[in-house]
């Protein structure tokens, strides 16, 4: 897994690529508790070049979503995951037509806009 970290007027961006395995995992927990750690709370997780996503890297998403939304403080955005990533959230039943555990948005940029929206109300 790689990891490449920028930030937006109120969002931060961490791009992945690669794949999230049990191995990767800590690298990306510590990122992500560091922007919880100094008060960034609209983050971003561009998944494009994700490759593939073990069950410690889903268990890793769903935490942090969690810990992101604690208190309607922000969210943890995820942004233009490829097909095979879209078809594991389905099968492990974390996104149907009608629900989703995440806010998943099909680019960057359409994440970005949400991140800032979220962040001026």
């Known amino acids: 897994m790689h990891t490449t970290i920028s930030?937006?007027?109120?969002?931060?961006l961490v791009?992945?690529?690669?794949?999230?395995?049990?191995?990767?995992?800590?690298?990306?927990?510590?990122?992500?508790?560091?922007?919880?750690?100094?008060?960034?709370?609209?983050?971003?997780l561009d998944l494009a070049q994700v490759?593939?996503?073990?069950?410690?890297?889903?268990?890793?998403?769903?935490?942090?979503?969690?810990?992101?939304?604690?208190?309607?403080?922000?969210?943890?955005?995820?942004?233009?995951?490829?097909?095979t990533i879209l078809n594991l959230l389905q099968v492990a039943g974390l996104i149907s037509e009608d629900h989703s555990h995440f806010s998943i948005y099909p680019t960057v940029h359409a994440a970005a806009e949400a991140a800032q929206k979220r962040t001026s109300q």
């Open 7 to 12: 930030s937006g007027a109120g969002w931060d």
């Open 51 to 83: 490759t593939y996503i073990g069950s410690a890297g889903l268990s890793l998403l769903i935490r942090y979503t969690s810990a992101f939304r604690r208190w309607e403080r922000g969210d943890l955005h995820l942004a233009a995951l490829p097909e």
């Open 15 to 44: 791009a992945l690529g690669g794949e999230i395995t049990s191995a990767e995992i800590s690298e990306l927990e510590e990122v992500l508790q560091r922007f919880l750690t100094v008060g960034r709370y609209n983050v971003i």
